[in-house]
């Protein structure tokens, strides 16, 4: 594959686009993906999509995007890629709704449109951005992931973010969006996609059974048949007034089949139940968490994917809005962009309003979608 990267943060929306793309301005790219400020979002999107007319233009709002550059706050960020690369993308409308086999046909002829023949969970995702603000992430991830169960691929991605919280907009080939998702079927002719994610927080020895829960509205009432509440303020050594404090430090951690994937709590409702940004299902092991080690935790994430792959190439980056804002306010930055160049060459990223793998959707994790050679 061949990928150009750019970035600009000049405020002129023609000028910055002219030095984002200085690099590759008459290229033809297969597949060209961009985050920016949401101030200038929908004329980034429309001129990106001018300028580019044969290739799948994606993008994203972001509060802040992340290259080589280090982190922006105003700036476009774009990648554009071609050769040995095949792309097929789609919309998933009106997401509030149920979603439910309604898309199931469009899904599965997006990935024949890359061919069935070669792909594999090696050398094809599905990437999907999704707006924010619509608490309707697990119904596209499970209309997605439905739609793939035969074909074994694996389902990754972010929802957008913005300088408002819980808002922000995606666009596909132009058009800005922001009741709908997208998804695009990506395959690498040659070589691997390799996809890793990184907690920074633990579990911390308390575990429980979740026995009643609002799955639908995401809200927890029951750990173990108990009130969740008195349940965490036991493990916690806290009082119930002190126990949304407590939370903001120690989220949840959900554990299906061995893994752990961490859901951030809202609030605290007057009738009792926990408000989160992912839903917890009923019969489900839930723990509570608490930090790692960061600098341990990144040098990890780095080893274990220079391991996996003998080169990477190129990578995506899906950076909680949670996890920036713990960097910023921890001076943690300028570790986690150097960190990032070291390891993974050329690369772009965002903040995310709620990250996305295969039918879970997370919080406060890291996500890298890595390009490169099959490994050592």
Not at 90 to 103: E, P
Not at 146 to 160: D, E, F, M
Request: net charge negative.
């Amino acid at each position: 594959m061949k990928v150009f990267t750019g970035h600009s943060d000049c405020r002129d929306i023609d000028k910055a686009i002219e030095t984002a793309c200085k690099d590759f301005v008459d290229a033809k790219p297969e597949l060209v993906i961009f985050f920016s400020d949401s101030d200038r979002f929908e004329d980034f999107s429309r001129k990106l999509n001018i300028k580019f007319p044969g290739s799948t233009v994606l993008g994203s709002s972001t509060f802040a995007s992340f290259s080589k550059e280090g982190y922006s706050r105003a700036a476009i960020n774009i990648a554009a890629i071609s050769e040995g690369i095949r792309v097929s993308a789609g919309l998933i409308r009106d997401i509030s709704r149920s979603l439910s086999g309604i898309y199931q046909v469009e899904i599965v002829e997006a990935l024949e449109k890359i061919g069935f023949d070669d792909i594999s969970k090696d050398n094809t995702c599905c990437f999907i951005l999704n707006p924010a603000g619509t608490s309707s992430e697990e119904r596209v991830l499970d209309a997605v992931t439905a739609s793939l169960r035969n074909y074994n691929i694996p389902v990754v991605g972010g929802s957008a973010s913005s300088e408002i919280c819980l808002s922000g907009a995606v666009s596909y080939n132009g058009d800005v969006f922001v009741n709908s998702s997208i998804y695009a079927m990506i395959h690498l002719e040659e070589g691997s996609i390799n996809i890793v994610l990184e907690n920074i927080f633990q579990p911390m020895g308390h575990e429980h059974i979740v026995t009643k829960t609002d799955i639908e509205n995401r809200v927890l009432y029951e750990l173990d048949n108990e009130p969740a509440c008195d349940v965490l303020c036991r493990d916690l050594n806290v009082s119930r007034e002190g126990l949304a404090d407590a939370l903001a430090l120690h989220p949840f951690g959900r554990i299906p089949k061995g893994k752990l994937f961490i859901d951030e709590v809202e609030k605290i409702n007057e009738d009792g139940g926990i408000s989160t940004y992912c839903r917890i299902l009923d019969r489900s092991k839930l723990v509570l968490l608490e930090p790692c080690n960061l600098e341990k935790t990144m040098a990890d994430t780095r080893k274990r994917l220079r391991e996996t792959m003998g080169q990477v190439d190129f990578s995506i980056i899906v950076n909680c809005y949670s996890r920036t804002q713990l960097y910023l306010n921890n001076g943690w930055m300028d570790k986690f962009t150097k960190g990032m160049n070291e390891t993974l060459g050329t690369y772009i990223g965002f903040t995310s309003h709620g990250e996305l793998l295969d039918d879970f959707l997370l919080n406060l994790s890291l996500i890298m979608i890595s390009f490169g050679s099959r490994g050592k």
